[in-house]
């Protein structure tokens, strides 16, 4: 699983922090500190985060990794 | 389906166009996700020059170096697939704008009928080549880079010394005292983060460094860093003619823009980065918009309505997502249809346990107000002044406040602002001399950079007109 936070929009309420505490935790009063690559098994939470955030400021794509439709293996990969 | 009043070699570029995007980051990502969420069907090829899927940047200089997520593990998700064939770990060499093609370290070429341009910056080195190469001395932009300070910082040195107080340098300072390390920070500067945020905020910022056990030495170069005979770092020499003993030394000198790989190309590139019109498109070096070519991201300078239409060099991840955005509209719609790129500049900053964020342009600021909160409490909002209008705002742990504060920029509002202030302290009733360093002078601080009227400025130093 991937996520990222835009803390642009991110007010610090901390509603994803309560509710995906492995995932989001703040730091001091205001400033939100993501995992950008939380466990699995987190996913749930993550994603209950993700919806409860009052100005949708998370971005998540699901576990599996690399969406469906890539295609991998380009030349050049180091 | 298309509107039939589409022509049909737009049509065509939608549907089995090739687009080439160079410089697979942040805003690269966001592109190729934008180009397949309109409709784009046909190729899309992603040149990066690091081994990397795309990853997170701003964690690198938090979330990694506390030791909360390892480095190499900050890739950024995909709103969507993106269908695209990597090129990943080669770099683009060459850029043939009348053929239109690129050309790559491998020898290889790529045909485009469009490409987007967001080979972002890179960390300026620290520019005594053989001390640069002293082991201990790092930069900080990408994950690797992270990963290696990030051993080093756990390993546990005696001190770091940070060169240069702007956001990255004062975030390093940060994690590291938050770690137990002990660390001096070097800025040439009156205080960290004057460049961004001038004087009046560098001083709370200072208090702040030093509340935090910093050993923030300001107005002061480094001058030298001297190796043992195993080459290992061992020491800085400062302009006031002290010697610091430093087993890690980070340079966040700022960076550089990624366009030597466009330097004959005809392209308006230079070290101020590509120029482009409002619409993402990338002036030549005549100053005439080239139709095929766009711009998004850290590498990009356009003009700005807001702030006089100069052009303006952002380095914030805000302004990579939406530029690409808008580029990658742009590339795939008739002219009429096209959007302009005029997002109000916005960032954040995370350091000694403080949310910082802004918004316009706190450079052209002349004055400062605090608004709300006190400077004292390092809770509070400022507004800069510019000829009368509000130009820009900041906020310490206020950020709630901030969204109020872009409508008065966007809206050109009076400044000082003329609404009752909830809170109202004393330093609060006028304001004053918002302390920004001379623009002339060589800086490394300001993410925001002015860079006058001209789309093909080559020039490496720019004198910014404050008026
Ligand atoms: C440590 C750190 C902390 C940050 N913190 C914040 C923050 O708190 N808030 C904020 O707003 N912003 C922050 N930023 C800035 C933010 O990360 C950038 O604005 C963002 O990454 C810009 O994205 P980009 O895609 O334009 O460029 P980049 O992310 O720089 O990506 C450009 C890519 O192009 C590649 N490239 C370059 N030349 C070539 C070539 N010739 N061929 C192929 N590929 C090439 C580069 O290697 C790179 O992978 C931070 C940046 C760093 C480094
Ligand atoms: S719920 Fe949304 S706004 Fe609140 S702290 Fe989390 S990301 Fe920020």
Redesign the interface.
């Known amino acids: 699983m991937r996520l990222v936070v835009d803390l642009n929009r991110c007010q610090g309420y901390a509603q994803c922090a309560f509710l995906a505490p492995d995932a989001f935790t703040m730091h001091g009063d205001e400033a939100l500190m993501f995992d950008s690559q939380p466990d699995d098994r987190q996913w749930e939470a993550v994603l209950r985060a993700a919806e409860a955030c009052p100005v949708k400021a998370i971005t998540v794509e699901g576990p599996g990794g690399v969406p469906a439709g890539e295609r991998s293996g380009a030349s050049g990969v180091a | 389906m298309l509107p039939v009043s589409l022509d049909g070699s737009l049509e065509r570029l939608r549907r089995e166009g090739r687009i080439v995007i160079v410089g697979a980051s942040l805003a690269g990502l966001r592109a190729a996700e934008t180009l397949r969420e309109e409709g784009f069907t046909g190729t899309l090829t992603m040149v990066g020059d690091e ?1 990397h899927e795309p ?2 940047r ?2 690198l200089s ?2 990694v170096l ?1 030791d ?2 390892p480095a190499d ?18 770099a683009a060499t060459g850029l043939d704008l009348a053929a239109r093609r690129v050309r ?1 370290a ?1 020898g ?1 070429e790529l045909d485009y009928d469009r490409l987007l341009i967001t080979t972002g910056v890179r960390a300026r080195p620290w520019p005594q080549e053989l001390e640069a190469e002293l082991d201990g001395v790092f930069v900080l932009r990408t994950s690797d880079d992270a990963a290696q300070l990030h051993r080093r910082l756990s390993a546990g040195p005696r001190r770091v010394l940070v060169i240069g107080a702007g956001f990255a340098g004062s975030e390093i300072a940060s994690a590291c005292r938050e770690r137990g390390l002990d660390v001096t920070v070097a800025e040439r500067g009156a205080a960290p983060l004057v460049g961004a945020l001038g004087g009046v905020v560098g001083e709370v910022a200072a208090a702040m460094q030093r509340e935090a056990g910093v050993d923030l030495r300001c107005g002061i170069t480094v001058t030298g860093l001297e190796g043992d005979a195993a080459g290992r770092l061992r020491c800085a020499h400062l302009s006031d003619g002290s010697k610091v003993e430093v087993e890690v030394a980070v340079v966040c000198l700022g960076a550089t823009r990624n366009t030597e790989w466009l330097a004959d190309s005809g392209l308006g590139a230079g070290p101020r980065g590509i120029a482009c019109d409002a619409g993402c498109r990338a002036f030549d070096v005549r100053g005439i918009v080239t139709d095929d070519v766009f711009v998004a991201g850290d590498v990009a300078r356009s003009p700005h309505p807001l702030f006089g239409y100069q052009f303006l060099s952002l380095e914030h ?2 302004n990579a ?1 939406a530029g690409a955005e808008v580029a990658a509209h742009n590339m795939i719609s008739a002219s009429a249809d096209r959007r302009p790129h005029i997002w109000t500049p ?3 900053s ?1 350091q000694f ?3 910082i ?1 802004s918004v316009g342009v706190p450079p052209m600021g002349d004055e400062i107000i605090v608004t709300q909160g006190s400077l004292s409490e390092r ?1 509070f909002t400022a507004a800069y002044g510019h000829h009368g209008r509000v130009i820009a705002a900041v906020t310490f ?4 406040w901030l969204g109020f504060y872009q409508h008065l920029i966007e809206r050109a509002a009076p400044f000082p602002p003329d609404f009752p202030t909830v809170d109202r302290r004393p330093e609060g009733r006028h304001p004053v001399p918002a302390g920004f360093p001379d623009p002339s002078l060589p800086s490394h601080g300001p993410t925001v950079t002015l860079s006058g009227h001209s789309p093909s400025d080559r020039r490496i130093s720019f004198t910014p007109l404050r008026a």
């Open positions: 081994p990853y997170d701003p964690p938090k979330q506390l909360r997520v593990h900050t890739k950024l998700p995909r709103r969507r697939p993106v269908d695209a064939e990597w090129r990943l770990g080669v790559l491998d290889s991840w805000g997502v916005s960032f954040w995370a346990g403080v949310n964020k809770r742990d206020q950020a709630k």
